[in-house]
């Protein structure tokens, strides 16, 4: 075995110790050994998609009249807006995808709560900056403006000369997302102020989070032309006063103004983590919703049916891998072997991938994954062809292993890049339609298919030449099935 061949096992041998680790694992982590805490972690538990775990499917519409344009960029910002809402009830892998012009397949496996995602779907999530003046609502607090949709907007106090830079200072760690539990600290919630809406949400411009060396993680906003100028008013008149920013009539943080703020840029700062930064920003920039939605089809597909179908799948993959590597064993013999130890690499190899990407396996999927490694084992019947060809010929084993690999490669990789084309097409099918099914058949058989080209190109070629290289062929011609 040359050098070359040493440092491809090497490799390899390390690759099948990570991808065990991945498999064998619902969660990885690294800790640092000097302080013990962990400065990694990852959940690899296996995510199945809605058919095999069960949960619900609803189809959204947009909720405006037929005649209407929608665009593509306000479908995205929905979507967007629709997850962060469903993520905050606790309903994980959420899957969303637009389909066609103006409606949106969401699925939610495994939700116990279909009735309040379907509320949190159809939510307008209505954004104000609302004048708190001297006493500000605590955090959570149910508040009445006076904004009116469609209506014009109360006029706010004349402009003062600024005399600061631009911040506005939180006074309190901003909740992440508004909940229904009354005020903490010991207030009754001002339910017969009406309060005044200096502006709404649809004058941000831009929202980002940013670190401060100083200060910490802060939230910046720019203003469009109307706001800055309304902006700017209000602050001027109104320093070291509160302003809350409120999401559906619903507290969720208030500022104090530090000074005017008459550029229309500026920053609230305050007792962030980056994770806690981020959730604000995204509540600002994405309050709410581009497009009304409406939920016109819902449907809850039972856990049973799901379990069902991961065994009988199981069941399906287990015969047919057996039933392959017997195959090559009969025919192939020592080689056969040696393909199929190839096989189980490129097995451990690809359910690593799915779940450290990871890949949301469904009963489509499954399939994509299974057609896969019977693409891999054409691989290997085409390196071995070639290769039994040479040897007949009267080449000895390093040769024939070497031509039988590079002869084969052409096909292997015309038909698996065609394999690649037509995965690709799927995929670009299934996103644009929301058909998640197809688009995760895509998906995992495009991955099996890169997955099985690094295994026939290198794996196998490297157990052959480790294993066959110094085997004299002559005194042992029924292992390679002559």
Avoid: C
Wanted: hydrophobic content about 45%; cysteine-free.
């Amino acid at each position: 075995m040359n050098r070359n061949n040493t440092k491809w096992l090497i490799l390899i041998v390390v690759l099948i110790g990570l991808a065990l680790w991945v498999d064998l694992s619902s969660n990885i982590s690294i800790s640092n050994p000097s302080t013990g805490e962990p400065f990694f972690s990852r959940n690899v538990s296996i995510r199945l998609g809605l058919d095999l775990r069960g949960g619900q499917q609803s189809l959204l519409e947009a909720d405006v009249p037929a005649d209407v344009a929608v665009s593509s960029d306000d479908m995205k910002v929905t979507v967007q807006t629709l997850e962060s809402r469903v993520n905050a009830l606790g309903v994980s892998e959420v899957v969303m995808q637009i389909a066609g012009d103006r409606r949106i397949v969401a699925e939610f496996p495994g939700i116990s709560n279909p009735e309040e995602v379907q509320a949190a779907l159809q939510q307008t999530a209505f954004l104000e900056f609302v004048d708190m003046g001297d006493t500000p609502a605590a955090v959570g607090t149910t508040v009445q403006t006076d904004y009116v949709p469609g209506g014009v907007q109360p006029t706010v106090p004349p402009t003062l000369t600024p005399t600061l830079p631009p911040t506005i200072t939180p006074t309190d760690t901003p909740a992440t997302t508004p909940t229904d539990t009354p005020p903490t600290d010991g207030t009754t919630p001002p339910t017969d102020i009406i309060y005044h809406t200096v502006m709404t949400g649809a004058e941000l411009d831009t929202v980002g989070v940013v670190n401060d060396p100083t200060q910490g993680y802060q939230i910046s906003f720019t203003l469009k032309s109307i706001g800055t100028q309304a902006f700017s008013d209000y602050t001027s008149a109104n320093v070291g006063k509160y302003l809350a920013i409120v999401l559906d009539k619903r507290v969720i943080s208030t500022p104090v103004i530090n000074s005017a703020i008459t550029d229309g840029q500026g920053v609230i700062q305050g007792n962030f983590t980056y994770d806690s930064a981020n959730a604000l920003a995204i509540q600002l920039r994405y309050g709410s919703l581009p497009i009304p939605v409406k939920v016109v089809e819902s449907r809850t597909v039972g856990p049973t049916l799901g379990e069902e179908s991961v065994r009988k799948s199981v069941l399906a993959g287990t015969i047919g891998l057996s039933v392959v590597i017997l195959f090559m064993l009969l025919y192939y013999r020592v080689p056969g072997l040696l393909a199929a130890l190839a096989l189980i690499t490129y097995a451990l190899f690809t359910l690593a991938l799915f779940k450290i990407i990871p890949v949301v396996l469904t009963l489509p999927g499954i399939a994509g994954f299974i057609l896969s490694i019977g693409m891999a084992v054409d691989a290997n019947i085409l390196i071995f062809e070639r290769m039994k060809e040479e040897l007949r010929s009267g080449r000895n084993l390093r040769q024939a292993i070497e031509l039988g690999w590079s002869r084969a490669w052409p096909s292997i990789r015309d038909s698996n890049i065609s394999t690649l084309i037509t995965s690709f097409i799927l995929f670009l099918f299934g996103n644009t339609f929301g058909a998640s099914m197809v688009k995760g058949f895509s998906i995992t058989l495009a991955l099996g298919v890169i997955v099985s080209l690094f295994t026939a190109i290198n794996v196998t070629r490297t157990y052959l030449h480790v294993v066959l290289d110094n085997t004299k062929l002559e005194e042992h011609p029924g292992w390679f099935g002559l």
